[in-house]
């Protein structure tokens, strides 16, 4: 049973389509933002604050060595899990890894409310969104057996599009 891990940017759709491809292929869902927060009782709102960024990407590292270890599960993965050379590794290297590529004008189409990422909480949540997108998508790249553009498509639609070439693949 091999694993699937999930990589985009934040309003790609990672958990919502995590959970339907988890459903479709009847393996375990997880999503590491979640993971997390169950191990510390605190959100990653709160991680941030406290933390700072830096103590939620050590939080995260230790995470994903350890949720890679599992078989057949799908992943949720946070947007900036791809900033560190071990993450990406860990992923590429135990499962597919599917960049769910979306536009910035669609992120902020579906972060404009959303006031758990911390990274938006700023009067320039576009500006964030390009300098991100310009740092993290050559690395979603660079990992990626697969890249399945989301914008203007629903998520059952990406589902498919995802077992359809799941199917293709040798295991």
């Not at 933002?33 to 933390?51: H, K, M, S």
């Not at 990407?57 to 992943?75: D, N």
């Not at 947007?79 to 590794?89: L, S």
């Not at 660079?142 to 693949?169: M, N, Y």
């Amino acid at each position: 049973m091999r694993n699937v891990f999930l990589v985009g940017p934040m309003g790609a759709g990672k958990s919502t389509i995590g959970r339907l491809l988890a459903k479709e292929l009847r393996y375990p869902f997880k999503d590491s933002d979640r993971e997390i927060e169950a191990r510390t009782g605190a959100d990653i709102p709160w991680i941030f604050d406290v933390e700072g960024e830096e103590g939620f990407r050590q939080r995260e590292e230790a995470m994903i060595a350890e949720l890679v270890q599992e078989q057949g599960i799908v992943l949720a993965t946070g947007g900036g899990v791809v900033m560190r050379e071990a993450n990406r590794r860990a992923l590429a290297d135990n499962g597919l890894v599917v960049y769910l590529r979306t536009s910035v004008e669609q992120q902020l189409q579906r972060t404009a409310k959303d006031r758990q990422r911390p990274l938006l909480q700023t009067a320039d949540p576009e500006k964030v969104l390009r300098e991100l997108m310009a740092r993290r998508d050559p690395l979603y790249r660079e990992i990626a057996h697969l890249i399945i553009d989301t914008d203007q498509r629903g998520p059952k639609v990406v589902v498919s599009t995802i077992v359809a070439q799941l199917t293709q693949e040798p295991n």
